[in-house]
């Protein structure tokens, strides 16, 4: 077992609809922050992977404890780990677009390039995980501009972003990872964490004392709203 025994994580249920939604399906323009449901419902996002060291640790955890999350990949790394998108599709996760080469300045670059960075990793994730539907859209340091969240939207992809950020990809130590989750929760929160560029041994560490702290305050594990809010 990966996990010490806890109290069953609660992930709130998603209706068939939900998780076969099609890729055309309308989704607002807006940045979606906020976890779907209540208050106390909090939405785990995973972003840069697929890593072939970091992405099985993770799932492993979340797994362990029961809890679904939301995979925000960068097209090249699905193209180069297909297994792991299956993986992650197989395991209850949704999918999300972080861009095919998380390119800081795409916001400072032209429409057709941002469409080509957007379109082309929703491509490629897809066809790494046949049958699967790509969800989200979360644009690199969340530098969103107004036409990439109309690129996004109009393929069925809801603008992604996060209400908290521990900063795990800095590698501060797992104490301060799980710091700044406990003492920074909104109302529903979108958690941001990492599991690729590099060693993500602090993330997986703090979401192994995270994920049960969750269930011992109450919160239920959910995805990021999608389609209203």
């Keep these: 077992m990966c996990c010490p025994a806890v109290a069953s994580a609660t992930t709130r249920p998603t209706t068939?609809?939900?998780?076969?939604?099609p890729a055309a399906a309308t989704v607002p323009l807006s940045i979606a922050r906020a976890a779907d449901g209540g208050a106390?419902?909090?939405?785990?996002?995973?972003?840069?992977?697929?890593?072939p060291v970091w992405t099985p640790k993770v799932l492993d955890v979340l797994k362990g404890?029961?809890?679904?999350a939301t995979f925000c990949m960068i097209g090249t790394n699905a193209g180069k780990y297909p297994d792991l998108v299956r993986r992650v599709v197989a395991d209850g996760h949704r999918l999300c677009d972080h861009s095919v080469s998380h390119d800081m300045t795409m916001d400072k670059k032209p429409?057709?390039?941002?469409?080509?960075?957007?379109?082309?990793?929703?491509n490629t994730i897809e066809k790494a995980a046949p049958g699967a539907t790509v969800d989200y859209y979360r644009a690199p340091g969340g530098a969103?501009?107004?036409d990439?969240?109309?690129i996004a939207a109009r393929h069925g992809m809801r603008p992604l972003g996060w209400s908290v950020d521990p900063e795990d990809w800095s590698r501060p130590g797992t104490s301060a990872i799980v710091a700044a989750v406990e003492s920074g929760l909104p109302a529903d929160p979108t958690v941001l964490f990492h599991d690729g560029g590099g060693d993500r041994g602090e993330t997986v560490e703090a979401l192994r004392t995270l994920?049960?702290?969750?269930v011992e305050h109450g919160?239920?594990?959910?995805?990021?709203v999608r389609t209203a809010g």
Excluded at 65 to 68: A, E, N, T
Excluded at 219 to 224: K, L, N
């Design 16 to 21: 068939p609809e939900a998780r076969t939604a």
């Design 40 to 51: 106390r419902d909090v939405a785990i996002t995973i972003d840069d992977g697929p890593d």
């Design 65 to 68: 404890y029961g809890v679904k």
């Design 111 to 122: 429409v057709a390039y941002q469409e080509r960075q957007i379109l082309d990793a929703k």
């Design 144 to 146: 969103f501009t107004p």
């Design 148 to 150: 990439s969240r109309r």
């Design 211 to 214: 994920l049960p702290w969750f």
């Design 219 to 224: 919160y239920a594990f959910t995805f990021p």
